[in-house]
C-alpha cells in the first residue's frame, strides 16, 4: 500500500492566487481529514468527510477555505484567495471506522508571499 | 469534552538513557489514546494507541505506554535512548471513544532532543 499520497509536496505562490492541495486516501478508507500545522497553532482539524460526506468543517478558517470528496479516491483542499498567513504544513489523513488511529500523508508545505 | 496535556514541551535525554513523555487526558468516557512521532519535515507516524485493551500497549521502536485511568495518564517510555529518536512526539485523544472513530485531539507536543 502506497500509504495517504498529497501532492504537490511543496507549493509556493503570491497572495490573492487560488491554491489547491490533493490527496489520495489508503484505498478502503473510509474516513479522510485535513489538518493545517503552524508552530503558532500545532495541529489543527480543518475538515473531515465519512463516505465522501463532510460531517463537520467547523475548522475551516473562513469562506476562503473549501474542501471537497468527489469520490473514494480523490480529496482537494482549496484556498482562494489565498493570503501570507496560510502559509503552513497541510496534512491529509484517511482511517477506517473504529478506533484505529489516522494513517498521514507526508504533507503540502505551502508558502503564500 | 476531550482533551490532552503534553506536561513537558521539551525533552532532553542522552544516547542510551530511558525516555519518559508525560501526556494527561480529560474524557468523558472511555478513550482511546495514541501517540504519534513527527520526525523534522516528514509527516506524524502512528508509534502506539491503546483501545480499552491491555493497559501496558507496546509500539514500534521500543516504545511503550501504559494507559492509568486512576491518574488520567497515558505517559510514553522507552528504556534506552536512540539517536534517530529525536523528533516531535504528539500525544492524541480520539474524540470517538474507544470503540468509534472520531475527531482526533492533539496535545501540544513534546520535543525529544537526544545528545551523543
Known amino acids: 500500500d502506497a500509504g495517504v499520497i498529497q501532492s504537490p509536496r511543496h507549493e509556493v505562490t503570491e497572495m490573492g492566487q487560488e491554491v489547491t492541495l490533493r490527496c489520495k486516501p489508503i484505498?478502503?478508507?473510509?474516513?479522510l481529514f485535513w489538518y493545517r500545522q503552524t508552530m503558532m497553532r500545532g495541529l489543527e482539524l480543518l475538515i473531515y468527510f465519512n463516505n465522501n460526506v463532510p460531517i463537520d468543517d467547523s475548522g475551516m478558517p473562513e469562506d476562503r477555505f473549501s474542501a471537497k470528496m468527489p469520490n473514494a479516491s480523490f480529496s482537494t483542499l482549496k484556498i482562494q484567495p489565498s493570503e501570507p498567513r496560510d502559509s503552513a504544513v497541510y496534512f491529509c489523513?484517511?482511517?477506517?471506522?473504529?478506533?484505529?488511529?489516522?494513517?498521514f500523508g507526508s504533507g503540502t508545505r505551502l508558502t503564500v508571499v | 469534552a476531550q482533551s490532552v496535556t503534553q506536561l513537558d514541551s521539551h525533552v532532553s535525554v542522552s544516547e542510551g538513557t530511558p525516555v519518559l513523555l508525560r501526556c494527561n487526558y480529560s474524557?468523558?468516557?472511555?478513550?482511546?489514546l495514541f501517540w504519534y512521532v513527527q520526525h523534522p519535515n516528514k509527516g506524524l507516524q502512528l508509534l502506539l494507541k491503546y483501545t480499552s485493551a491491555a493497559t501496558l500497549v507496546k509500539g514500534i521502536n521500543g516504545f511503550e505506554a501504559e494507559f492509568k485511568k486512576s491518574e488520567t495518564s497515558f505517559h510514553l517510555t522507552k528504556p534506552s535512548a536512540h539517536m534517530s529518536d529525536a523528533a516531535e512526539y504528539f500525544c492524541?485523544?480520539?474524540?470517538?471513544?474507544?470503540?468509534?472513530?472520531?475527531?482526533?485531539?492533539f496535545g501540544q507536543g513534546t520535543t525529544l532532543q537526544v545528545k551523543p
Open positions: 484505498s478502503g478508507h473510509d474516513y
Open positions: 474524557s468523558s468516557y472511555s478513550p482511546s
Open positions: 489523513a484517511s482511517t477506517l471506522t473504529g478506533p484505529y488511529g489516522y494513517t
Open positions: 492524541v485523544v480520539s474524540e470517538g471513544g474507544s470503540s468509534n472513530t472520531g475527531k482526533l485531539i
